[in-house]
């Protein structure tokens, strides 16, 4: 129980549980939306996003070049959410293009500023692959706060972006403001992304969003309770793959990553036998 | 009301009246452009000229809290399960009203019991039958108590009793004095309710109305709507707005 008591640990624990409360609420709208793979166009903007801030410290000529890196992700992931958002909305392009063309923009815009700003892409793989085992307090409040604002909101307003997810046409109807909800998921996943940044990086912060939904949709048919069992899910798999790597030499946000595949994996497999199971005794009844 | 798509106008200067306790079929083939024209009345398009008055004002989200919408079926399905509940209660969120009222939960149970699908409040809505589920997003419809109810090709894929049971609903609504437009490839079993039809080609408004009674002959490939045949009189023309009135 030592371990609990070292502040470093309980600062990585109360940011893995944040995380991991926070990003599947946000990923139950993007996979109804049927726009998972929106975190992943949003993650790498907010790569350059922290490049762009390397780039501003080392201009300030602050000590501490990391330090504009968060509020220069915070920045660019609301901006890429706010474009991407709008183009979709307008139709100037199909969602799937406008994601690719920001997975390629951001991921080389990123290189080109930190290389601008005299670091080398090795500083970039903290934020590409997560780095909470140097999580600070300050990054700890940072989270806190992202994380009640998208309590807040991802909860709060659930029964509006449900509709407006579930039936763009039927909510437009209703006058429900459709492209300022749209607008605040799409926020909200910046939001999101910027905060779950320290515990899984950018490359797999779409998997911690998307992963607990997918799991959780397999055993429920309820919107709401598909949302609530995938936000005990994401806890249990970032403090799961947070605490095992106390013990062992292993990178965080990649073995929460792939824990969810193989809880993924399992629930798929335990569901599959039991619709073989249901098809067996439907037909023997019938017979 | 005009309406272009992409570069292209879609709807020609349609103007079409609804009045109360007198439903109107929208008819015509595929590509017609009717689902252009009810969701262009809903909100769902924006008009590239003309307007949209309901209730004698000008469409707004003030408006919008007096119409129940039940788009095509194919429009409702999404990535996430939910269960018809879920989907009904919905409906009852809108301009000013973004947290569902405190007794939502029995309002859209009462509106799944109208429609007689009270006992799938609770079931996965893809996982019920085309009737089943064009019943729940009628009662999504119409638990907004809507004094317009607007429907885009409700029929489409739905089983004979469901058609039945949905033809009722609307006679229900009808006689309270609401206002119903309706999209149709045929009038099957809203034939009785049915007594005045606009029936659209490339856009245009071709026909107003008796609708044609003649079994979904505006539906087939290749229909002639320029010449007249035995059920349908003249096409009329002239430049409009779209009205509904009470």
New interface residues.
Partial sequence: MSVLTDPLVQRMMLVAIMVGVTAPIVGTYLVHRRMALLGDGIGHVALAGVAAGWLAGSWAGLADQDALAIPGAIVFAIAGAVVIERMRARGIAAADVIMAVMFYGGIASGVLLISAAGGSNANLMGYLFGSISTVSWNDVWVTVILSIAILAIGLGLRRSLFAVTHDQEFAHSTGLPVNALNMVVAVLAAVTITASMRVVGVLLVSGLMILPVAISQMVTGSFNRTMNIAMVIGVVLCVSGVGITLFYNLQPGALIVVLGVLLYVVVASGASLRHRARQRREKVETA | MRVRLGGHEILHDVHVDAHAGAPVAIMGGNGSGKSTLV?AL???LPLSGGSVKIFGKER???T??R???V?QRV??G??????AI??V???L????R???PRDAKARAIAALDDLGVGELA???V??LSGGQQQRVLIA?ALV?KPDLL?LDEPMAGVDVPSQEALAATLQRHSDSGGSVVIVLHELGALTPLIDHAVVLEQGCVTHVGEPPRGLGVHALPGHDHEHAHADVPEPTASPFAWEVRK
């Fill in positions: 969701r809903v909100g769902a707004s989200r003030a919008s809290r119409v129940g919408y788009p429009s409702a999404s990535g996430v399960s939910a269960t879920e989907v209660t919905s409906g969120l809108g301009a000013g973004l947290v569902p609770h079931r996965d893809s996982h999504r907004r607007i």
